[in-house]
């Protein structure tokens, strides 16, 4: 099972931006749909963006402020957030899910171990 490992949370301004990275121990292009979920106190975890072979999709809340992208020659995919709002303050996980299962067979997710992204003045 492919593990995960986030880094680049942090304390950002209003309006600021941030680069999350997630690297994972094996390749993961063309195995593995990608994805960065997040969760705010009292809050559940909830989509941001995901990746497949290259094809990308955004929670509305984030398109046009984040990209999700997957450098597979370092194992390692990033979620840029520009124009951040306090809004996205949340402890940000990344996950992946094996292409050839469905994506209900939720005991097939590889969650990392999350990192803080606290948006404030």
């Known amino acids: 099972q492919v593990q995960l490992v986030e880094s680049g949370g942090g304390l950002v301004q209003p309006g600021g931006s941030l680069t999350l990275s997630c690297a994972t121990d094996?390749?993961?292009?063309?195995?593995?749909?990608l994805g960065w979920y997040r969760q705010a106190p009292g809050n559940q975890r909830e989509l941001v963006a995901t990746?497949?072979?290259?094809?990308?999709d955004y929670a509305d809340s984030v398109k046009g402020r984040f990209t999700i992208s997957l450098d597979d020659a370092k194992n390692t995919v990033f979620l840029q957030m520009t124009s951040l709002k306090p809004a996205d303050t949340a402890v940000y996980y990344c996950n992946a899910h094996p292409i050839t299962m469905p994506r209900g067979r939720t005991e097939f997710d590889r969650w990392g171990q999350g990192t803080q992204v606290t948006v404030s003045s």
């Open positions: 990746i497949t072979n290259g094809v990308a």
């Open positions: 094996e390749r993961t292009l063309g195995i593995y749909h």
